[in-house]
């Protein structure tokens, strides 16, 4: 029974994975539309292709790479568009997968169904974040041995771009990492605190770098 379930488990966060690729990378993109949703996302790409600042001369609730969030198209910011694509598909799996890993057979289905659920309804990218920062939470909290420093390291880095991506998921994820770190610290696992102060800090401000934003306009994105 154990082998069956755990060869059921790898077959499905190969699905995912693959899924995750489809969503984020391989996705086909549209041509720029009409309509306000449509506005906004080419407004964010003509302000990455102008190199304008966010929180100096732009300020909204997406960030330098809120064209990422959406498929439309833009010749400037394909490329950066992908390679966060990229980045949150390997994000996204790995966190999905040391989920299924962990989990009870029962609980993954239940997940399972819940995901697949929201993702009928076609929320977007925010019900993915909420449901991806939710499990994130839950397994930042329930790592406590010294040597899955490793975990850590998979499960913080992405949160600093999904915050570039959109300035409002700061609030959830400072939560996330608020009740980690205080976790951390009644169990005296002060290393482990260490890394949820410093990875999530050094991930956003690489990101931002890398979208040609000068570093100094960080606090007023978020204020």
Not at 190 to 204: A, R
Request: hydrophobic share 55%; charged share 10%; net charge positive.
């Amino acid at each position: 029974m154990g082998n069956k379930i755990l060869f059921f488990g790898k077959h499905i966060a190969i699905l995912f994975l693959f899924f995750f690729l489809f969503l984020f990378v391989f996705q086909k993109k549209s041509n720029p539309g009409v309509g306000l949703d449509p506005s906004w996302v080419t407004a964010l790409s003509e302000a990455h292709k102008y190199n304008y600042q966010f929180g100096k001369d732009i300020i909204f609730t997406y960030g330098p790479y809120g064209f990422s969030a959406t498929n439309q198209y833009h010749p400037d910011t394909i490329n950066l568009s992908l390679f966060a694509g990229l980045f949150l598909a390997i994000g996204f799996f790995t966190t999905f997968y040391l989920y299924f890993k962990s989990e009870h057979w029962l609980k993954t289905i239940v997940f399972l169904a819940i995901l697949v659920f929201f993702i009928g309804l076609n929320l977007g990218f925010d019900s993915l974040a909420y449901i991806y920062l939710t499990i994130n939470g839950y397994l930042l909290l329930n790592i406590h041995e010294p040597e899955k420093n490793y975990k850590l390291v998979l499960l913080l880095f992405p949160l600093g771009l999904l915050v570039l991506i959109k300035g409002t998921l700061i609030i959830v994820v400072t939560f996330v990492i608020f009740l980690s770190i205080v976790n951390s610290v009644l169990s005296k696992n002060f290393k482990t605190t260490f890394f949820l102060l410093i990875i999530p800090t050094v991930s956003m401000i690489l990101f931002w770098i890398i979208s040609n934003q000068d570093i100094k306009n960080i606090p007023s994105y978020f204020i």
